[in-house]
Each structure stands twice: as C-alpha cells, then as structure tokens.
C-alpha cells in the first residue's frame, strides 16, 4: 500500500472534479455560475490542501513515481492560482460567446490535474501521462467553439503539432531508457553519473527530448504553432494555455534535464543556448510586424520562453531559481495582458487588435494604467517585477559566463522594447476610435487591478518571492 | 536460430508494411497496410513473451480500432488529388531534410557505435512464467499511480468527445420516452364511422 498523504491534492481534485462533472448535469445554462462556483471552491480547497500537505523534505511515494517537495507545492500553489484568477477573467467573455458549458469547467479541471501530476512526476512515465492529461484537455478546450472556423483551425494544428511533439519526448526518453535501463529520474541520474550508460545513445535520446520539450515550450525553431493556436483560440482558452501550463512545463523540463539529465549539463546547455538566442531573436522581431495582439502576445511569449531557457541552461541554483522566478512572473503578466483583451471585448466584438487600444487613457484612466504597468513589465523597464527577471536570469548566466549570450539577450529584449511601449503610446498619445463603455464584471475589474498592481509590488520587493524560489529549488536539488 | 530468423521476417514485414502506410494511394489500402503491421508488431511482442499484449493489441487495435478506422475511411469522400497538390513544391525540401536526417541517425546509431555488444540480453523467463498474472500485479501495485493517471486520460477523452460532438439542433427529431409512454389511443387514432357508399 503506497503512502498517499503527498499525493492527497491531485486525489481530492479528482473527486472533487468527478463530483462536479455529475453535478453539471443538473444545472442548466442559466445557472452555470454554479458550477463556476464549485470549480472555484475545487480549487481553493485543493491550494489549502496542498498548502498544509507541503512538507519541507523531499517527500516520494507510489514507488519513487511521485514526488512532493518545496518546489512542487509553490508550483501547484501558483497553478491554482492562475487558473482560478483566469475563470474570474474569462466568465463573462465565455458567456457572451456560447461557451459557458460545464465541459468549459470540467476540462480546465482536468488540465489543473495534468499540471499537478507533470510537476510531482519522477518518472519518465508519469511526466509523460501529466503531459498528455494536461494536453488533451487544452486540445479539446481550444475546439470547445464549434462554429468558429479559425479555432477548429487553430485546434487541429496544436492537436497535430503536440503529437508529433509528444512522439519525438517518447522516443528520445526511450533512447534514454534504453541506455539507462530505468524510467526513475534518480536512477537515471545515478546510471548516467557513473558512466555505465551508453553516451551516443544518450545524446540521441537528448536531442529528441529537447526537441519535444522545444515544442511544447514553444521555442524556435520548434514554435510555429504558437501564433496560429493563440490567435485562434478564444481569448481565455489562450489565456488558460498562456498561463499555468508554462508552470508545469517548466516542473517537466527542471525535472528532465536538471534532475535525470544533470550529468549531460554541458549537452544539453549547449542547445538550449542554441534555443533561447533563435527565440529571443525572433519572437522579438517578429512581433513588432503584427497588427493583432494576441499575436503578438504569441511571438512575445516566444522571446520570453527563450529567457526561461536562459536560467535553465546555466545549470547552477541559481539558474534554476531564477528561471523559477521568471515563469512565476511570466505567467502574472499573461494572465493580466490576455485578461485586459477580454475586459475590452464584448458581445460580436473582440479587442485583439492593436487598435483597439487607441485612446484607451481617455476611456478608462485606470484599465489604461493598469495595462501600462503589465507592458512595461513584459518589456522588463523598472520599477516592474518584469525588469527584476529578467536581470535575474542574466546574472545568472552571467555568473556561469555566458558572457555573449546576455548581450545578445540585452539586445533583444531592447529590440522587444518597442512593441511593448508602441502599446503604452497608442493607449496615451492617439485618440480613440471606439467609445463604447468598458463593461465587465467588478470582481474581474478588481482582480486585474490587483494584477496589474502586482507588477510593480513585486518589482519594488521582490526579495520575498524570490527567497522563495530559492529555498524551494535548493529543496528540489538536495533531493536528487 | 529459428528465432533469428522469425525476428527478421516480421521485421522485414513490419518496415515494408509501415512504409506502404504513409505512400498508398488508396487510403483503405493504407489501413489494411497498418492492420498488417500491427500484426507483424504482435508477432515481435509474442517473440519477447509477452503473449497478453500481443494478443491485446490484435484484439483491441486489430479487431476494435481498425476496423472503426476502415469504416470512418470509406464513408469519408477523400479527394485524393486535390491533397497532394502542392506535394511537389515541398517535396525537395522535405526530402533534403529526410536524407540530412536519416544519415544523422545512422552515423550515430550505425552498428560500430549502437551495436549489440553493448546491450545485455534479458534472460529468458522461467517455465511456469505467466505474462498476464505478471501484468496484472505490476499494474495494481507498482505501476498504479500511472494505471489511474491513465484511467483519468480515458475519462478526458469521453468527456471531450463528447463535448465536441454533441449538439442539440433545433431541426433534431429526438425520441421523447416519456411522451410516448403517456400516449393513449384516443390521441394517436380517431375513429371515424363513415357512411357506406352504394
């Protein structure tokens, strides 16, 4: 009988979800605040749950496939956050599309768990079953608008494009385990530090396991699917797939390399060197020709996921902290940027155009500032948290003498500068074009707020949450 | 020797079969293609001793999935011309990056670096070995974390088929149980008593 108290929030979110998936059979359209509700509630128990649950030490169970430690709680903490944040964001925006059903609940339900089970996973295969949970779910959530044309599109090719990703993660991890003879992450490790293990064959399964987290990260060259998904996916299903599932894959990738792999560090830091230069070049260039701002919130994703690499590829603590950091910040700030595209949105119009934004300080003086802070803190300019990642993950790899590297991340992200601020201009300088009043519902006003708010909060004391991460990879690290 | 031999038979066929998936024409012949390699992949699992998961995969992928498959494919109007337009202006580039990569491959797995020398042999199994019983504990005792993370995956995917398909149209001729059990004689005939003509 395996130790189940580690694993008692992922058991409770699936009753729970089990529960409200029966329950949202009663309900009728009308009174889906109700399993709104119930999600909600699902989600904070489980934060509680997981809160009073974490334990310190490195916790494993159900023979070494499951693991709970200081890093893992942070993580689900920060998913259930996000993902409760981003139902508040998106009720009204789903009701006036038709797509306030149950399954809209239910699904982002059992992505949560997917996440959940991707970052305690310490094992090839249960990292590998929380990816395809979590993935499958957000498929079928991007198709949930039927009788749109360009998010059946944009489902298929993240259906077909996550496949072929998931095919090319199981073959390198089956070179991986061929060479290892073991799926455990620690054995792993342990077979690959003594030297017992094939090293071409090892470096083969490298590359495919980079190449299929390249993918799922969205990296270049692996990243043409982005655009096309967050464009085509209503406004929060992109949020949903924007958001969390940025936390979980970076769970999956420190577990991967940073824990199995640690041995091949200088492998493996190579090509995500490689990665994060050809993203950050890119996603920052390519964004400034794009008209529609989910789009360029996509390519913007790009160059901050290559940034995410940047902490990763140094291979120390700190590294690994900093990138912890920087996807925790990551994913506040689409939450916010996506949030306040769904706040100017109504019924038959969507705010995804740049256009949109004109003139917005003359409509709403508070949405307008709220929205300067996030664009400054995608763009990194202090006082915003988004500056202190940014310079966090350069120390990092400054410290580890990727000296050529931080230049080059350094230009980009001045180059990346001037979409973000073409924004805050567009919003301040120009006059509007559409008066319409902004509506939505209070709490998401609020909420966004607090969000936008947060920005510079964290950014003028960032010690704390920072201290955090450190503390919780320093936990993870002693535990390989 | 003999199983050498079989090894490489259902190999040969296994690849052969593989390839004639992704170039027939016809996309039935492309399923039947993939029944025959499934086979021929149940043989090699057979080969390694494990019976029930070659049997599984011809009962449930042979006799289930495939069968479905070959339906969905006739009923569907494929038109096969108008897909591989356009197949000859990527045809070069796909190709170029075909060759670099399968010579990447054998360069790295070629025999003088990926050979058998460096893998040990599983020993055989003893005699009174069972595959299915093995299976069976592994599964609810080991392996039940992945087993129920699995079991959930099934659940996503009822829910999602079923949440992508099923869509009430106004036009809908649906059965209503309980209307048609209320229904009485009086209202579904009406006698009518009409006069004889001479």
């Known amino acids: 009988m395996p130790e189940l108290t580690p694993a008692l929030p992922e058991i409770f979110l699936l009753c729970a979800l089990s529960l409200i998936l029966i329950l949202d059979l009663l309900v009728d359209d009308p009174k889906r605040f109700i399993t709104f509700m119930l999600t909600q509630a699902a989600l904070a128990v489980c934060a509680i749950v997981t809160i009073s649950t974490a334990s310190s030490t490195v916790v ?210 190579q090509m995500l060197a490689i990665l994060a230069v050809l993203s950050m070049a890119i996603g920052n260039i390519t964004a400034i020709a794009q008209a529609n701002l989910k789009r360029m919130l996509a390519y913007s994703t790009i160059s901050h996921m290559g940034f995410l690499l940047l902490g990763i590829l140094s291979g120390t603590v700190n590294g690994y902290s900093s990138a912890m950091f920087y996807v925790l910040v990551y994913a506040l700030m689409t939450l916010g940027g996506f949030g306040m595209i769904m706040l100017l949105s109504r019924e038959g119009f969507e705010a995804d155009k740049l256009e949109d934004f004109r003139g917005l300080n003359t409509r709403s003086p508070w949405s307008a500032f709220i929205m300067l802070l996030l664009m400054f803190s995608m763009a990194g300019i202090p006082p915003t948290v988004g500056f202190y990642a940014k310079f966090s993950v350069l120390q990092a790899a400054l410290n580890t003498g990727h000296m050529g590297l931080v230049i080059a991340a350094v230009m980009f992200s001045l180059i990346g500068a001037f979409y973000y601020l073409r924004i805050v201009k567009l919003m301040y300088f120009d006059a509007p074009v559409d008066d319409a009043p902004i509506s939505g519902t209070s709490d998401a006003r609020v909420l966004l707020g607090v969000n936008g708010l947060a920005m510079l909060i964290l950014g003028i004391l960032p010690q704390s949450l920072m201290a955090l991460c450190e503390l919780s990879i320093q936990s993870s690290v002693a535990g390989f | 020797m003999i199983e050498t031999l079989v090894f490489y038979f259902f190999s040969a066929v296994l690849i052969l079969s593989s390839l004639a998936v992704i170039t027939a024409r016809n996309p039935v012949h492309s399923a039947l293609f993939l029944v025959l390699a499934f086979f021929t992949a149940a043989g090699l699992w057979l080969l390694l001793e494990a019976e029930f998961l070659a049997i599984v995969l011809v009962l449930v992928y042979v006799g289930a999935v495939m069968v479905l498959f070959l339906f969905v494919v006739m009923m569907l109007d494929i038109n096969i011309p108008k897909l591989r337009e356009g197949i000859w202006a990527w045809l070069p580039f796909g190709a170029l990056l075909a060759i670099v990569m399968v010579v990447e491959m054998w360069i790295v797995l070629g025999s003088e670096r990926f050979g058998l020398a460096g893998v040990i042999a599983p020993e055989g199994h003893p005699v009174g070995y069972s595959n299915t019983k093995e299976l069976g504990r592994l599964i609810y005792t080991q392996y039940v974390y992945p087993f129920e993370i699995a079991a959930v995956i099934l659940l996503v995917a009822i829910v999602s088929a079923i949440a992508l398909t099923l869509r009430r149209r106004k036009e809908t001729k649906s059965q209503l149980a309980s209307e048609q059990l209320a229904a009485h004689r009086q209202g579904r005939v009406r006698l009518v008593s009409m006069k004889r003509a001479d």
């Open chain 1, 60 to 269: 494993h169970t159900f023979s070494n496939m499951y693991v709970s430690d200081m890093m893992t709680s942070v993580l689900k903490v920060g998913v259930y956050l996000s993902v409760m944040t981003l139902l508040i964001y998106s009720r009204r925006y789903i009701q006036s599309r038709g797509l306030c059903k149950g399954e809209f609940y239910t699904l982002s339900l059992f992505a949560v768990l997917g996440m959940m089970v991707m970052i305690s996973a310490n094992s090839f295969l249960t990292l590998y079953l929380g990816l395809e949970l979590m993935s499958l779910g957000l498929y079928a959530m991007v198709a949930l608008q039927r009788d749109s044309s360009v998010a059946t599109e944009a489902a298929m090719k993240y259906f077909v494009l996550g496949a072929l990703a998931s095919g090319l993660l199981l073959y390198g991890m089956s070179m991986l385990y061929g060479a290892t003879g073991s799926l455990d992450i620690g054995k792993v490790f342990i077979a690959i530090k003594s030297g017992q293990a094939n090293q071409n064959v090892l470096v083969f399964g490298l590359v495919f396991v980079v190449a299929g987290l390249g993918f799922k990260l969205g990296v270049v060259p692996f990243h043409m699917w982005i655009p096309d998904v967050y464009h085509g996916a209503p406004t929060a299903v992109t949020l949903f797939i924007g958001s969390a599932p940025k936390l979980a894959a970076f769970a999956f990738v420190f577990r991967i390399l940073a824990g199995g792999l640690q041995p091949l560090v200088h492998d493996w830091s």
